[in-house]
């Protein structure tokens, strides 16, 4: 089955305590990208990948990190999370960005609940 | 400016009515999609229904429908007979070709069916 499995769900952590929330796609995906959506706020980008090796910000990236080594896989890193940065996180990929690949949707994974106490 | 806008924080239906739910777009763009999502209470992100900037015809998924109005750059959703499994948020994007890069996405409505 085509999908985005991200890990995990739930998480509850401290100030401080790194942590990093996985994210996965069997859709030989080039594109990938991590949400955060708060409420009244709708989903904000906080980064984005376009093919392996290729990140770049979003609108929100300040407090973490990203990696893609492989194409399947885009991780998100908090060094050192807040309490502000508790939230509902969302990876998400697509086609790739290129040409009329703008007509294909997102394809989300069914988001991580973080608290940050 | 808001690429997405939508301005409707809360809506409220009667089952079995058809609802309409507005999204309003910025961009200088030729070429770009328009995608809605619905998030229900479980916190899944749904894809419902796409419309491109080039598509002369309002695009149908089963009773979703898209109201597109380039001129007015509207693309509002349609939700016709509406069902208690309907009560969720609603999402209106937009991907620009020319910034393929990112997907812009409104602050969502909240949809509530009336039995």
């Known amino acids: 089955e085509a999908q985005v499995t991200q890990n995990p769900r739930y998480l509850i952590t401290v100030t401080g305590k790194k942590l990093t929330v996985t994210c996965s796609q069997n859709m030989n995906h080039e594109y990938m990208s991590w949400y955060r959506q708060d409420p009244g706020l709708g989903l904000r980008q906080i980064y984005y990948s376009m093919n392996v090796e290729v990140t770049d910000k979003g609108d929100v990236p300040e407090g973490y990190k990203v990696s893609r080594k492989e194409k399947r896989n885009f991780p998100l890193i908090l060094e050192s999370p807040s309490p502000n940065q508790t939230s509902l996180y969302f990876c998400?990929?697509?086609?790739?960005?290129?040409?009329?690949?703008?007509?294909?949707?997102?394809?989300f994974g069914n988001g991580t609940r973080l608290t940050v106490t | 400016a808001q690429k997405i806008t939508q301005t409707q924080p809360g809506m409220f239906v009667q089952e079995k009515e058809a609802v309409t739910l507005d999204c309003t777009y910025d961009?200088?763009?030729?070429?770009?999609?328009l995608f809605w999502y619905k998030q229900p209470s479980s916190g899944e992100m749904i894809f419902l229904i796409y419309q491109g900037s080039y598509d002369e015809q309002n695009a149908t998924e089963g009773r979703y429908s898209l109201n597109f109005q380039k001129a007015r750059k509207s693309a509002n959703l349609v939700i016709s007979a509406s069902q208690l499994g309907d009560s969720a948020m609603y999402f209106c994007?937009?991907?620009?070709?020319?910034?393929?890069?990112?997907?812009?996405f409104g602050t969502g409505t909240s949809l509530t069916v009336i039995p």
């Open positions: 961009t200088s763009d030729q070429s770009y999609g």
């Open positions: 998400a990929s697509s086609l790739s960005s290129r040409g009329r690949s703008y007509n294909s949707p997102l394809h």
């Open positions: 994007a937009m991907r620009e070709m020319n910034t393929g890069n990112q997907f812009y």
